[in-house]
């Protein structure tokens, strides 16, 4: 089977025409194109491209026709380097024209340039497609001046290009040619008769009037609101640069939680810029670790333990704070005799014992059953809230620090 394959491709390639050679040959010389004199020299090559062309030709001819064409850049003055060198500068190189053009209507296109101190005349063409329109424009002088010209149109023109070509004395009809694009032209405002605009501003007068009594309202508020702020800022003692210190707040259960605990937490974090320590808020915490070791940790945490006295008691309070005889009892109601004990274990030593304060609302002896809580320093509130900020805050004054009950 082998050789009957092989017979058989041998048979093919002896009927196979031979491989026709390349025959090359000689030209009488260049293009006559070529020998056309330029008054500027041409720039780099852009684009190279070589095709061959088919050709009906007789069997034993074996020549191979290309056409080749090549394009060549219309100034290497466009070159983001080359365009700054003088020759190109006094060829125009550097001139913007900001084109501006815009359809004023079917049949004019205006078209707004800069021109350029080196020459005064200028073609505009207009082209969607094909030409549409050509304006010629010769100004006085050669300066640069801001300039318009009406360009009368064929055709559709928004959307069209336009080519710009300044004929400069430098380069003469080879300038570098600008381009843009013609968009629709804005819309005029409507003009009023002053009768019309009288009758809009008076009724415009009024608003404006009420506009300018909310705006001076507005700002005298304001200004009230900075001057009522420092003055309650320099009431305190300044803990700019202070670093915040941890309190622990122990009051009794008969104490009213929101008239009282929470207007004295809110102080102490406004003006005397502590974190409060409250069981109310430590729940989970006092449920997961028991309320004994709760209050030692925090107690060992905190740098102040503030005892919160209640000096008085009555119904109203109660019925505010939502309290009722039936009501079960919270955490809170067997904080503070836990805290006392653990303040009467710290009285011994004097390191513990500064950490303790007492503060009341009113003038009042403490109870019986916790006189040995005088052993600390009291301080009433607001009497003595600057006294007792300076406290907290360890901040030395030369003025007397208030009177301690």
């Known amino acids: 089977m082998s050789l009957e394959l092989l017979s058989l491709a041998a048979l093919c390639l002896g009927a196979m025409p031979p491989e026709p050679m390349i025959q090359c040959g000689s030209e009488n010389g260049p293009s006559p194109e070529w020998m056309v004199s330029h008054t500027l020299t041409p720039g780099d090559l852009r684009d190279l491209r070589v095709e061959p062309v088919k ?36 060829l125009g190189s550097l001139w913007d024209p900001n084109i501006t053009a815009c359809k004023k209507d079917k049949k004019t296109v205006e078209v707004n340039f800069t021109t350029s101190p080196l020459g005064n005349r200028y073609m505009t063409v207009i082209q969607n497609y094909t030409v549409i329109g050509i304006a010629e424009l010769e100004l006085q002088q050669s300066k640069r001046t801001r300039t318009s010209v009406m360009v009368a149109v064929t055709g559709e023109s928004e959307g069209a290009m336009v080519q710009l070509t300044p004929y400069f004395h430098t380069c003469g009809n080879d300038c570098i040619r600008r381009k843009g694009t013609v968009a629709l032209c804005p819309q005029t405002g409507v003009s009023f008769t002053p009768d019309a605009s009288g009758s809009v501003l008076s009724g415009w007068l009024p608003l404006l009037l009420l506009a300018l009594l909310v705006a001076e309202w507005v700002l005298a ?185």
């Open 221 to 405: 508020v304001g200004i009230y609101l900075m001057w009522r702020h420092e003055k309650i800022k320099t009431s305190f003692p300044t803990t700019t640069l202070l670093s915040p210190i941890k309190i622990l707040v122990v009051y009794p259960s008969e104490i009213c939680f929101h008239h009282t605990i929470c207007y004295f937490t809110e102080f102490l974090q406004t003006h005397c810029r502590s974190e409060v320590i409250l069981d109310k808020w430590q729940k989970k915490k006092i449920a997961e670790m028991g309320l004994v070791q709760w209050l030692t940790t925090q107690k060992n945490e905190a740098d102040k333990v503030i005892f919160l006295l209640s000096n008085d008691i009555n119904t109203v309070c109660d019925g505010t704070c939502g309290k009722s005889k039936a009501s079960p009892h919270e955490n809170s109601q067997d904080l503070f005799p836990l805290a006392f004990n653990l303040f009467c274990s710290d009285l011994r030593s004097q390191t513990h014992l500064c950490k303790y304060m007492v503060v009341n609302f009113r003038e009042a002896d403490t109870k019986d059953d916790y006189n040995a809580l005088n052993v600390c320093p009291k301080y009433r509130l607001m009497k003595d809230a600057t006294a007792f900020c300076t406290e907290l805050l360890h901040v030395k004054q030369h003025v007397p620090v208030g009177k301690r009950l």
């Open 55 to 90: 050709n009906s030709v007789a069997v034993d001819d074996y020549s191979i026709l290309m056409n080749i064409s090549w394009i060549l850049r219309a100034d290497g003055c466009l070159d983001h380097v080359m365009k700054y060198k003088k020759k190109c500068t006094e």
